[in-house]
């Protein structure tokens, strides 16, 4: 990851996108800068952070599958 990705337009998926980009490159900086074996709470710190980007991630997959008008789902990348 290189950078955020900014909203293009006021556009519900750029915007979700953009949200989603700007969690999972908080979330990488807060992991690669910490031990594997931390204290209790940094894990749990990445542990909330994780679930955020899943949250942000499946939120804009929503709104963009929704956009382009196919219902059908699709497996995850």
Same mark, same amino acid.
């Given at each position: 990851m290189t950078?955020?990705?900014? !909203? !293009?337009?006021?556009?519900?998926?750029d915007a979700a996108w953009a949200a989603f980009d700007a969690a999972a490159i908080r979330f990488k900086r807060m992991y690669d800068r910490v031990e594997r074996l931390s204290i209790d709470h940094e894990r749990a710190a990445r542990m909330e952070a994780a679930q955020e980007v899943a949250r942000l991630w499946d939120e804009w997959r929503a709104l963009y599958l929704a956009a382009s008008g196919d219902d059908e789902p699709r497996p995850a990348a």
């Open positions: 950078g955020i990705r900014l !909203a !293009a337009s006021n556009d519900p998926v």
